[in-house]
């Protein structure tokens, strides 16, 4: 069984920054993919940004150049760094994890508020 538990999230000015983390306990191990989600209100939930276990990344085009996402695989976290934040990046972002390749087991955090507002 994995745990997801996110943190980080908060309410910006237009143009700031914030760091999410999102720590992973429990058997988490390769092969797995972790990333970031976010549903606004009234919208689906939508992929943001993902990274493999061997270090490949992946960022939806709305978010390119401005959000890195990272992993500290000794702590088993993942961090998604936001930069140049914009009003509609307000949403609640969700953790993910998907662990395995032949049986995959899909893991989601609780989720945190991040509000992009002046």
């Known amino acids: 069984q994995v745990q997801l538990v996110e943190s980080g999230g908060g309410l910006v000015q237009p143009g700031e920054s914030l760091r999410l983390s999102c720590a992973a306990s429990?058997?988490?191990?390769?092969?797995?993919?972790m990333a970031w989600y976010r549903q606004a209100p009234g919208k689906q939930r939508e992929l943001v940004a993902s990274?493999?276990?061997?270090?490949?990344?992946n960022y939806a085009d709305p978010v390119k150049g401005r959000f890195t996402i990272s992993r500290d695989s000794a702590k088993n976290t993942v961090y998604l760094q936001m930069d140049s934040l914009k009003p509609e990046d307000t949403a609640v972002y969700y953790c993910?994890?998907?662990?395995?390749?032949?049986?995959?087991?899909?893991?989601w955090g609780q989720g945190t508020q991040v509000t992009v507002s002046s």
């Open positions: 429990g058997s988490i191990f390769p092969p797995y993919t």
């Open positions: 990274i493999t276990s061997e270090g490949s990344t």
């Open positions: 993910n994890a998907v662990v395995g390749t032949v049986t995959r087991y899909f893991y």
